[in-house]
């Protein structure tokens, strides 16, 4: 197979490689004309920026969305609700099944409240920070027509595992909310700050395991429009029947004080909305195969194992005693495959065991690449990526859905497994026992990448 070559960024541990995806979409689609952003006088990569900024995982939304992200190559859940049911039906661009799921959550409006910066408990920081940031001192002139904001949610894709909500904010002054500009005048947006959930008859509130995500992703005549992800818990133990509520606490920033963090709040949005969590049903309970691996191939590890001495290598390993299991989950919105190490020889550690898993979109970093084809001959076709992975595993989204169960057993389902790994770096090729020291604050760094299969491996459908 070909190799080829990519601009790859630095890595920090323990983060979903889908939460930078998903930034780096956004900051293309809404930020093209600003700068990078400096953080305590040095300026550094996003990928280090951003946890440092604001939250461990942070989706921003962005309004300029390919014109294949609703196809069923590289489907998601997250990328579908990108756009809105009527841009959806007017592209014909709707998948019945999970146009269902979206109906069946049944989202409903509650109460919500703004509360502006005088107000906030914090009122004296935030206004110390706007006079540090050259920016005047809050007035209820300038930002007092935040109080008349509107919320009302219009979408809620749930999945089992994740949350997608389309969200509008009715105002008057939506224009502020155009992200594509630093012109003169105003320049605003909502980043979700908490959400805290309650289920069926409880009273007392649940945070989600990594705060909030989502933010106001563009604006028309009417008002912006805030999309929301949400992540939900990952225990299992979220209903599967019965409404449930959430609260949505979101920052209103002023971004010429700063977007991605608190300190540039004006005021502060509370919105409760409730759900059906039955729309995540299961088409049929999970299948669980052991998949055995064989045979050699090079590794490039991501070893943070010690935090003071973070470092890159490659290394040739022997397969043989590698077992995945793999877990294939049927839901309403797609089918899930999540692959796990099961056993590894003994002289494996933690970190080669995740960094064979790490996941990687269209070859573009070292780790597991995954793709899939129908039938014997189909082409071999992208494939989607869940919200969130648990460190140490890799799920992936097949566009089948219950209605395809039928006219797929007939052709077959097969996925192929790809490592990457590392054969140059910064122009230089490097070997099997290549070795490097991440320095502190490292800039982008540019890899040469080869494929190796580890397997084919066919799906199995109810």
């Known amino acids: 197979m070909e190799?080829?070559?990519?601009?790859?960024?630095?890595?920090?541990?323990?983060?979903?490689?889908?939460?930078?995806?998903?930034v780096e979409r956004s900051l293309r689609a809404c930020r093209e004309t600003k700068q990078e952003r400096t953080w305590g006088g040095l300026r550094l990569n996003r990928r280090l920026l951003i946890p440092l900024a604001a939250a461990l995982v942070l989706l921003i939304a962005g309004t300029a969305v390919a014109a294949g992200v609703l196809l069923r190559d590289n489907y998601s859940p997250t990328n579908y609700m990108e756009t809105t049911k009527e841009q959806r039906e007017e592209q014909g661009k709707t998948i019945p099944d999970v146009e269902q799921a979206i109906e069946s959550a049944?989202?409903?409006?509650?109460?919500?409240?703004?509360?502006?910066?005088?107000?906030?408990?914090?009122?004296?920081?935030?206004?110390?920070?706007?006079?540090?940031?050259?920016?005047?001192?809050?007035?209820?002139?300038?930002?007092?027509?935040?109080?008349?904001?509107?919320?009302?949610?219009?979408?809620?894709?749930?999945?089992?595992?994740?949350?997608?909500?389309?969200?509008?904010?009715?105002?008057?002054?939506?224009?502020?909310?155009?992200?594509?500009?630093?012109?003169?005048?105003?320049w605003v947006e909502g980043m979700v700050d908490k959400v805290l959930y309650r289920f069926p008859g409880e009273t007392e509130a649940h945070e989600t395991p990594y705060g909030g995500s989502g933010g106001t992703t563009g604006f028309d005549e009417t008002g912006a429009n805030l999309k929301l992800e949400v992540i939900l818990p990952e225990d299992g133990s979220f209903p599967s029947k019965g409404r449930v509520e959430l609260t949505l606490e979101v920052g209103l920033r002023d971004d010429r004080v700063e977007d991605l963090n608190p300190i540039g709040n004006v005021g502060k949005l509370y919105y409760t909305f409730s759900f059906d969590a039955g729309a995540a049903r299961e088409a049929s309970k999970p299948v669980v195969t052991l998949?055995?691996?064989?045979?050699?191939?090079?590794?490039?590890?991501?070893?943070?194992?010690?935090?003071?001495?973070?470092?890159?290598?490659?290394?040739?390993?022997?397969?043989?005693?590698v077992v995945l299991r793999e877990e294939v989950r049927y839901q309403q919105t797609g089918v899930y495959v999540t692959y796990t190490v099961k056993e590894a020889p003994a002289d494996w550690t933690e970190a080669m065991k995740s960094s064979l898993l790490y996941p990687n979109r269209e070859g573009k970093w070292y780790g597991l690449f995954v793709d899939y084809r129908l039938g014997r001959e189909g082409a071999w076709l992208p494939v989607g990526h869940e919200n969130h992975n648990n460190f140490g595993e890799n799920t992936i989204i097949l566009p089948i859905f219950p209605s395809d169960y039928e006219q797929v057993k007939k052709e077959g389902c097969t996925l192929r497994l790809m490592e990457y790994y590392g054969t140059g770096f910064n122009g230089q090729p490097i070997g099997e026992d290549w070795r490097y020291d991440i320095p502190f604050g490292a800039s982008s760094m540019n890899f040469d990448l080869a494929p190796q299969e580890l397997g084919t491996f066919e799906i199995p459908l109810p």
């Open 291 to 321: 998949r055995p691996l064989s045979g050699s191939i090079v590794l490039t590890v991501d070893d943070w194992s010690d935090l003071d001495h973070p470092r890159l290598y490659n290394q040739r390993v022997s397969l043989d005693g």
């Open 3 to 22: 190799k080829k070559t990519y601009d790859v960024r630095d890595a920090i541990p323990d983060t979903p490689d889908t939460f930078y995806d998903a």
């Open 106 to 186: 049944a989202p409903r409006t509650g109460e919500y409240k703004i509360v502006m910066l005088p107000e906030l408990p914090e009122a004296e920081m935030l206004n110390g920070q706007r006079l540090s940031k050259g920016q005047p001192a809050y007035s209820e002139t300038d930002w007092g027509w935040m109080r008349n904001i509107r919320p009302e949610v219009r979408e809620v894709l749930i999945d089992g595992r994740s949350l997608v909500a389309n969200i509008w904010l009715y105002t008057d002054h939506g224009a502020a909310f155009d992200l594509s500009w630093e012109g003169d005048g105003q």
